[in-house]
């Protein structure tokens, strides 16, 4: 099958990362395992790390770094 390609909201990321069970999760996961492939730009990127290293979303640093790090 071919890999399919997507753009993932900043919203997804932050749900994945603070509900593991739930369906953001799920899309997240798909990301590591290379059942996704994303698409992003240096803009993308930049929010990614800004949103996900929020102090009152409460991500943990090491979690939001794995995800700016693998992308």
Known sequence: MKQRRVVLDTNVLVS???TP???PA???KMFFTGD???VYN???LSEY???LHRPYLRIPDEDADKV???I
């Open 68 to 70: 700016i790090n693998a």
């Open 36 to 38: 996704l492939g994303l």
């Open 49 to 51: 790390d800004d949103v």
């Open 16 to 18: 994945a990362l603070m």
């Open 26 to 28: 799920k899309i997240y």
């Open 21 to 23: 069970s739930g369906n």
């Open 42 to 44: 240096e803009s993308i």
